[in-house]
């Protein structure tokens, strides 16, 4: 009879020993994960940016980047078509009032003002001989009525002779004649008066026709002298005393009537634009106090403009410049603006943490006595401006924290330094 034999599985393949197993495995997991979520996660200490809770008076003030404009900018524009023939001032040049800029040249114009020349030299010529005609016909009209007059006398006085005549009796004189005479003497009295109506009307005729050529004439001397205003015009000046800012010519280019020829500003009367966010653009009123860094010098100055609209994220705002300006000050020169919005007395502040906003919680890294180890803590802000930014609670004076970005450990609760 045959032995049946029972044959032992391996202590790895039972059922007790891989369960076993498997919660061991299982315990181990979840304690090393606990751990590497409890151990410190280390960073280098020059990769990020620290700093100190301070107390006492909380200036709230938005910074902005920005440039010095000038109050006053003026274009001179082309009144007339031409090519560039000379620039003689490049731009950031100063510049007198008056002084030649550029020469344009046309030679169209130069023709046209020389026959406008002489049409207005042939013009004044028939001016002055039809002063010279009408004084004749005048002459003539004159000279007419008086030989009519002088005839009416003659007859006058024959016919005042033969009435004396025929009241006497005489019979020299017919009546026939007589009749003749009275006949001719009314006949002269009414060309007399027609003389004097033709006489008027023709001075009023001649009037009239003199004053349309003079009329003429007068227009075409206009056209003569904007012709030269023109042809003047081709030597363009600066319209101010100042800084030349912008020329957008090239030597022989064409330019139209209208086109910019050159920009110009005044160099001592200058404003400062600043671009502030538009989230801290609320806060910002007419005639606050505005400290500007031209980087080699502070200027004072007070709000004057806030723009309506939003541009890019930002708000543009005006400063007048109340302080006197350095001798580095030039329009489109870049400055930093600070607009002092009010002042917390007596607060806790520190400069803003990346990505921190205004009365709201936290969480921020606040380092130890030792700094080499940074705990993850829950801070509620007030009140912040473009740098600093007010502590109500979760920190006191002198607690350093990080204020550089987190993002790379923020899921960590516990960082050290190195």
């Known amino acids: 009879m045959d032995i049946i034999k029972e044959t032992k599985k391996p202590f790895y393949k039972k059922r007790s020993f891989v369960t076993t197993a498997g919660v061991i495995a299982l315990a181990a997991f979840l304690i090393a994960s606990t751990q590497m979520n409890i151990s410190a996660f280390s960073v280098q200490s020059n990769s990020v940016i620290t700093?100190?809770?301070?107390?006492?008076?909380?200036?709230?003030?938005?910074?902005?980047?920005?440039i010095l404009a000038p109050r006053d900018v003026r274009w001179v524009a082309s009144t007339v078509s031409g090519k560039v023939e000379r620039i003689l001032v490049k731009p950031g040049a100063q510049v007198e009032k008056g002084q030649l800029i550029v020469e344009l040249v046309n030679p169209e114009l130069d023709q046209m003002v020389e026959e406008l020349h002489w049409e207005v030299e042939a013009m004044q010529a028939q001016t002055r001989a039809l002063k010279v005609s009408q004084d004749t016909e005048l002459l003539d009209m004159?000279?007419?009525?008086?030989?009519?007059?002088?005839?009416?006398?003659?007859?006058?006085?024959?016919?005042?002779?033969?009435?004396?005549?025929?009241?006497v009796g005489n019979s020299t004189v017919s009546k026939l004649d007589f009749e003749s005479s009275k006949l001719t003497v009314n006949q002269l009295a009414k060309t007399i008066e027609i003389n004097e109506l033709r006489a008027k009307q023709l001075v009023l005729n001649l009037?009239?026709?003199?004053?349309?050529?003079?009329?003429?004439?007068?227009?075409?001397?206009?056209?003569?002298?904007?012709?030269?205003?023109?042809?003047?015009?081709?030597?363009?000046?600066?319209?101010?005393?100042?800084?030349?800012?912008?020329?957008?010519?090239?030597?022989?280019?064409?330019?139209?009537?209208?086109?910019?020829?050159?920009?110009?500003?005044?160099?001592?009367?200058?404003?400062?634009?600043?671009?502030?966010?538009?989230?801290?653009?609320?806060?910002?009123?007419?005639g606050q106090h505005v400290s500007i860094d031209t980087r080699f010098n502070?200027?004072?100055?007070?709000?004057?403009?806030?723009?309506?609209?939003?541009?890019n994220g930002t708000v543009q705002v005006d400063v007048e410049l109340t302080s006197k300006l350095p001798d580095e000050a030039r329009p489109d020169l870049s400055i930093d603006g600070e607009i002092f919005i009010t002042q917390k007395k007596s607060s806790l502040f520190v400069r803003r943490p990346a990505f921190s906003q205004a009365n709201q919680t936290m969480a921020i890294y606040l380092l130890n006595n030792e700094q080499t180890t940074a705990q993850q803590t829950a801070?509620?802000?007030?009140?912040?401006?473009?740098?600093?930014?007010?502590?109500?609670?979760?920190?006191?004076?002198?607690?350093?924290?990080?204020?550089?970005?987190?993002?790379?450990?923020?899921?960590?609760?516990?960082?050290?330094?190195?």
């Not at 005839?151 to 033969?162: G, I, N, S, T, V």
């Not at 400062?272 to 007419?286: M, Q, R, S």
């Not at 502070?298 to 541009?311: L, S």
Request: net charge positive.
């Open 51 to 66: 700093a100190v809770v301070e107390q006492g008076d909380f200036d709230i003030k938005i910074s902005g980047p920005g």
């Open 142 to 167: 004159q000279a007419s009525a008086l030989a009519t007059q002088m005839q009416y006398e003659k007859a006058k006085m024959r016919l005042d002779a033969e009435s004396q005549l025929i009241k």
């Open 207 to 286: 009037a009239a026709q003199f004053e349309a050529q003079t009329a003429l004439l007068k227009k075409l001397n206009k056209k003569f002298e904007r012709a030269q205003f023109q042809l003047a015009s081709l030597n363009v000046k600066a319209s101010l005393a100042g800084v030349l800012q912008a020329m957008p010519l090239e030597l022989g280019q064409r330019v139209a009537i209208g086109g910019n020829i050159a920009k110009f500003a005044k160099k001592g009367d200058l404003i400062a634009e600043l671009k502030v966010p538009e989230l801290n653009a609320g806060d910002i009123i007419i």
């Open 298 to 311: 502070q200027m004072q100055g007070k709000v004057t403009r806030i723009d309506p609209a939003v541009v």
């Open 379 to 418: 801070v509620k802000f007030g009140l912040s401006s473009s740098v600093d930014i007010e502590v109500i609670n979760g920190l006191k004076v002198g607690d350093r924290i990080i204020v550089s970005e987190q993002t790379s450990f923020e899921r960590h609760k516990l960082i050290t330094l190195k």
